[in-house]
């Protein structure tokens, strides 16, 4: 079985590569070119060049994969903007790339940290629900009071 992980390059992500590879899976990671690929070196996977902000450098990689696990996102911004920017916009140009150049994926698996840095701002979080074609992002706001 062929899979994409986006975020192979953290620390989860790249856990979850080893861990595919180990259990028979062919693994493509999507990287961005300036990406480290420091716990990715000398492991028997297939890199794609790409960034989720950019809709359009996507369909490489999610062509002929029948499973992606999406862990790639911001998990700590000084911005809230950023999150919504990365997370929620680089999820969705992902599920689109995937809907307009696969009909063969079977699962999307959807994986998001967040951690608050700034107790007195709004974080986000996002929630990314894909059933056949109909795809859903829920947002929802977290706001802790002192």
Known sequence: MRVLVTGGTGFIGSHLVESLIERGFHVRCLVRKTSD???LRDLP???AHGDCI????LGGAVKGVDLVFHVAGVTKAIREKTYFEINAFGTE???HAWLEQNTR???FLYLKIVRYQNHKKASYHFVTRAV???ISLVYC???KEL
């Not at 950019?54 to 450098?57: G, I």
């Open 37 to 39: 690929l420091k716990w």
């Open 45 to 47: 996977i297939e890199l």
């Open 54 to 57: 950019d809709k359009d450098s």
């Open 93 to 95: 140009n992902l599920i």
């Open 105 to 107: 994926l079977q699962k």
């Open 132 to 134: 056949g074609t109909s």
């Open 141 to 143: 706001m977290y706001k």
